[in-house]
């Protein structure tokens, strides 16, 4: 059955049906003026209810006439094992839609398949339709470094089981191949490419690679105990986005009124706060490491945004401004 406002229960109707078959399958025959009374709604309320129950969920609930209530005609009778809110199968498909744009395509057909699983073992009620919810709600694919689906399941994998692995991984910095064993703790997803935390048997530190760089990969036999302190939420908060260095800074950067409005409006780092001036622009605090990546972020803003503190970065800025300037103030001979 599609998707639509007739046929998915909001959230507090789904409470009720659950109320009201907890205590029909009690055995108590629960009367309608009753349930509307305890459950602080309506008696049409109670009866667009048991409407649900009757011509979606197929329940047998008739009216007692002795015991002056409600009870199944057919005792075995079970609600579906899955009901689902409206709100809860927009988060669903919203979530489904995002994540086929994080994978590379054979996976994005795994997870279609694994789609049209769910929704075959659902009831009839239930329909989840992708197709009909496209219509709706599109997602924008992302420009990414995606990884091949055999990189990902062999990561999957060698984390579950806590064994080594090689791998052969290119530096884009400096354009170089190198082979690296590492043992992988963590995968994360940063705009769209997937990004893996893992400790560098060499470097004796836990590293941050880029999965769609990574070009061989081999599970080796040793097996690895995972830092019992390491945390990613922990050890991506000292970065900013992607890149982290070996000392944390006080970031202040000042956005103009224009801009300050986007600015507001989004979560930039955990430890940011926003200290407000009277002409409507903002200064953006937050203290992180990774200048390089910060610089980059911050130059896609133009004369909108000024780097305040600290020095090294507004130096760095200052440093690819005038570099624009040598490339654009040069005539080109075409």
């Given at each position: ?300 803003y133009g004369a909108h945004a000024e780097v305040l ?26």
């Amino acid at each position: 059955m599609p998707y639509n406002e007739d046929t998915m229960p909001g959230r507090d109707q789904l409470r009720r049906i659950l109320e009201i078959d907890r205590r029909v399958r009690s055995g108590i025959y629960p009367h309608p003026e009753a349930l509307a009374t305890e459950l602080e709604v309506s008696r049409r309320v109670i009866f667009n209810d048991r409407a649900y129950m009757l011509n979606v969920l197929g329940a047998p609930l008739e009216f007692h006439p002795q015991h002056r209530g409600w009870y199944y005609t057919e005792p075995n009778f079970l609600l579906p094992s899955a009901m689902v809110t409206r709100g809860e199968l927009l988060s669903f498909i919203l979530a489904v839609e995002a994540a086929q744009r994080q994978l590379e395509p054979t996976l994005q057909a795994e997870l279609r398949r694994a789609i049209d699983k769910i929704a075959g073992s659902l009831q009839g009620h239930v329909g989840v339709e992708l197709e009909t919810l496209r219509q709706h709600f599109s997602i924008a694919p992302l420009a990414n470094a995606s990884p091949s689906e055999g990189t990902l399941l062999t990561l999957y994998e060698a984390m579950n089981l806590q064994k080594a692995v090689e791998m052969t991984y290119l530096t884009a910095s400096r354009g170089q191949r190198s082979r690296r064993c590492v043992e992988p703790y963590h995968l994360h997803n940063q705009g769209g490419d997937w990004y893996l935390l893992a400790f560098d048997c060499k470097r004796k530190e836990v590293l941050m690679f880029n999965a769609g760089r990574i070009e061989t990969l081999q599970i080796l036999s040793r097996c690895f105990t995972r830092q019992a302190d390491f945390t990613p939420a922990q050890y991506l908060q000292g970065g900013f986005r992607t890149e982290l260095g070996p000392q944390v800074y006080d970031v202040a950067i000042r956005f103009d009124a224009p801009q300050a409005i986007y600015i507001r409006e989004r979560h930039w780092h955990d430890t940011q706060h926003i200290e407000e001036l009277v002409n409507g622009a903002l200064i953006l605090h937050f203290r992180a490491s990774g200048l390089g990546e910060i610089k980059r972020w911050v130059m896609q803003y133009g004369a909108h945004a000024e780097v305040l503190s600290p020095p090294q970065l507004r130096q760095e800025v200052q440093n690819e401004i005038e570099a624009l300037q040598k490339v654009y103030g040069r005539e080109r001979n075409e």
